[in-house]
């Protein structure tokens, strides 16, 4: 079976052109097949900002009315997609910049309102990803390039969690590759010791994750990041990766952020 990585990059990444350009280098040096998926940074809350439309931000999560959709769909899927796309193409990497959207890779469907109203958000189940499509794609020698708009299957575009959707894209990949997961993030990887960069936890095992949270190991916004990732196992993933974007170069030394396996 073929290999395929999967890379999520955020704001960390996406907001500094250095970053990014080196990033795209280690990237493209990758073996094998690949897909990149990419959030927005704060870009979309700069040009929000701009025309005096408010960025409303409910536990880190934006809520995406109509104008602010727009906005979104404009950074996302333009600005930072086709930035990304040509620089991959100067680097020798060829490269398709895509939304959920188009090919109808990925239907979403609208969250429904509960205590919050989140608007214009696309939420995934284990049908949204269409992996023939993708599949197709990398045959013919391309490297999707996926951003974190998809689409309702009903001509209403949707903002939906990047996380998720490299998630739902390795889940249904896996069937057709040995695939791999990797969320680059600020951090080198789940640490022993927060306030210590170097105590990178290698290896954690699905048994493991239990006691790591109850020995305070894992805490925070780390235990949903590793609840997705194992979830992500025990659906086919192969392994997941979390790690920060400036090592991915070491992933072949087995030296890249924290390693989640079954």
């Not at 959709?69 to 086709?82: D, E, F």
């Not at 997961?181 to 600020?186: A, N, P, S, V």
């Not at 805490?219 to 992500?232: D, S, V, W």
Request: some cysteine; charged content about 25%; glycine content about 10%.
């Amino acid at each position: 079976m073929k290999q395929l990585t999967i890379i999520k990059i955020g704001g960390n990444v996406i907001d500094n052109s250095q970053n990014l350009h080196q990033f795209l280098l280690d990237f493209t040096a990758l073996p094998g097949d690949k897909i990149l998926v990419h959030g927005g940074g704060k870009i979309a809350t700069e040009l929000s900002e701009s025309l005096g439309i408010e960025a409303k931000m409910v536990d880190g999560r934006r809520i995406t009315d109509i104008e602010t959709l727009r906005i979104v769909t404009m950074v996302y899927a333009g600005l930072i997609n086709k930035n990304m796309v040509a620089q991959l193409q100067a680097k020798g990497c060829n490269s398709i910049g895509l939304t959920g959207a188009d090919g109808n890779i990925i239907k979403a469907k609208k969250r429904p309102v509960k205590e919050i109203d989140y608007g214009y958000v696309g939420d995934l189940d284990e049908n949204s990803v269409s992996s023939t499509m993708l599949d197709n794609l990398l045959k013919a020698g391309l490297t999707p390039v996926l951003c974190a708009i998809t689409h309702d299957g009903d001509s209403q575009l949707l903002n939906t969690n990047a996380d998720t959707i490299a998630s739902a894209l390795a889940i249904a990949m896996a069937s057709l590759y040995e695939t791999r997961l990797i969320y680059c993030f600020e951090k080198k990887g789940v640490l022993k010791d927060v306030n210590d960069d170097n105590s990178v936890v290698r290896e954690i095992r699905t048994g493991e994750f239990e006691g790591l949270k109850a020995n305070g190991t894992v805490q925070g916004g780390m235990i949903p990041k590793l609840h997705n990732a194992f979830e992500a196992i025990k659906k086919g993933v192969s392994a997941v990766y979390i790690g920060k974007a400036d090592e991915l170069s070491e992933l072949s030394d087995g030296l890249f952020g924290t390693k989640m396996l079954a």
